[in-house]
């Protein structure tokens, strides 16, 4: 059967993480716990900024969508990337695959905007705290966040638009465990060349432009918080600003370094490798990092608990 855009492909075989047979029944345990902490984490965020109005506020807006991005997009690839190590074939259709492929490029995108905005934020709760309600009123947040999945939306619309304009003849087998650009071009039979350019400008775009924004924003808060004169204060600010700058340093390197680089470097195999970063252990850490440390979510999580059981 010859599909709309030339190609004769109908399915494709997600090759997985490893092959290696003894491999196969630890990863698989791995990634299942990783997945519930995954979705567990996210989920109860998302329910407790729900249910306690005390964090009805910008910061937890930005929150609240960006964990629903993260359960999202760990649950487009995950189950998937799951069922390679219990199945000899994992195989996929070619819209099946098409449509991991735009859903992945939407919340990773967004995602890219969405942690851009909560850098924003922070920047205008240390710098200007007392205009905080006028920079981040709600009209102003929700502008922030229908622009981020817009971009998001844009971006996935081109990378798949471009993906779909490709052939692929006899080869049908994915080195990766989802459906990704890079392993996708590599399977095509017909020049990738303007898929080449393309991902390298609108990938650019979306890894370059946040990072500024968001190391500069960060830059600001960091000067801010050495003009604290409590040590105590300024040890917990940098405790908490860190973990936040790890996992958005760990976010946009890994990405960078998998999308940015010419495709003559390096193997897909070590592709796979860097991609766990951003597509597996980030949404993972995400509800750790900007919430389980913070004092609001603990009192909260309390007093829901409290609530639900007596």
Not at 14 to 30: A, F, H, K, N
Not at 94 to 106: K, S
Not at 244 to 261: D, E, P, Q
């Amino acid at each position: 059967m010859v599909l709309a855009n030339g190609s004769l492909v109908t399915e494709f075989i997600l090759l997985g993480l490893t092959e290696q047979p003894d491999l196969q029944i630890p990863l698989l345990l791995l990634f299942l716990v990783i997945y519930m902490i995954t979705a567990l984490g996210n989920l109860a965020l998302i329910t407790l900024i729900l249910l306690n109005s005390h964090l009805h506020t910008p910061m937890y807006f930005f929150l609240f969508n960006l964990s629903c991005i993260d359960f999202c997009y760990a649950s487009v690839i995950m189950p998937k990337m799951l069922m390679n190590f219990t199945l000899e074939k994992n195989i996929i259709s070619y819209m099946g695959c098409m449509t991991q492929l735009y859903l992945f490029c939407f919340f990773v995108i967004s995602e890219c905007y969405v942690l851009t905005s909560m850098a924003y934020d922070r920047y205008v709760a240390i710098r200007n705290p007392l205009l905080y309600n006028i920079a981040l009123s709600p009209k102003v947040c929700s502008y922030l966040i229908l622009g981020s999945y817009l971009m998001g939306f844009s971006g996935a619309m081109i990378h798949t638009g471009c993906i779909l304009r490709l052939t692929f003849c006899d080869g049908n087998t994915i080195n990766h465990y989802f459906c990704d650009v890079l392993p996708l071009m590599k399977l095509s039979c017909s020049s990738t060349y303007a898929n080449e350019i393309e991902l390298f400008i609108v990938t650019g775009k979306d890894i370059t432009v946040p990072t500024i924004i968001i190391f500069t924003s960060y830059g600001f808060i960091v000067s801010s918080i050495l003009k604290i004169r409590s040590a105590e204060g300024r040890s917990k600010a940098f405790s908490t600003c860190s973990s936040h700058i790890f996992a958005v340093s760990l976010f946009f390197g890994s990405g960078a370094f998998m999308y940015l680089k010419p495709s003559s470097v390096g193997s897909m195999d070590g592709g796979k490798f860097f991609s766990i970063f951003y597509t597996i252990l980030i949404p993972m850490m995400n509800p750790l990092i900007y919430s389980l440390r913070n004092k609001d979510v603990k009192v909260a999580l309390r007093k829901t608990l409290r609530n639900r059981i007596f």
